[in-house]
């Protein structure tokens, strides 16, 4: 059985930064790739990067590019997210999740499957 845990979230300033980290358990090596995605009050969830687990090939949201950057630990089957620069509208639930298809940032939306439970990052003054 897949699970994925996430941690790392937290309260911080507009400019600061966070890194979140998603563990993988029981993990199945047919999935493709691991992707962050968030939720903001009211808002829809949200691609936020994804990341290969053969090649390493990243992608990222228009919204976060320059400022967050994904990588991956297989040794530790650990993916992080490291977010710079935060602003307030990055505040959201951030959620790790298995990619079926990492092949582009089209098939990594189009392709998650298992999610983990989550984790609260709030940027606020």
């Known amino acids: 059985q897949v699970q994925l845990v996430e941690s790392g979230g937290g309260l911080v300033q507009p400019g600061g930064s966070l890194r979140l980290s998603c563990a993988a358990s029981?993990?199945?090596?047919?999935?493709?790739?691991l992707g962050w995605f968030r939720q903001a009050p009211g808002k829809g969830r949200e691609g936020v990067s994804c990341?290969?687990?053969?090649?390493?090939?990243?992608y990222y949201a228009d919204s976060v590019k320059g400022r967050f950057t994904v990588s991956r630990d297989n040794a530790k089957n650990t993916v992080h997210l490291q977010m710079n620069s935060l602003k307030p509208e990055d505040t959201a639930v951030y959620y790790c999740?298995?990619?079926?298809?990492?092949?582009?940032?089209?098939?990594?939306?189009?392709?998650?499957?298992?999610w983990g439970q989550g984790t609260q990052v709030t940027v606020s003054s």
């Open positions: 029981g993990f199945a090596l047919g999935y493709s790739a």
């Open positions: 990341i290969s687990l053969s090649d390493g090939d990243t």
């Open positions: 999740a298995t990619v079926r298809d990492g092949r582009s940032w089209r098939a990594c939306l189009a392709s998650r499957d298992i």
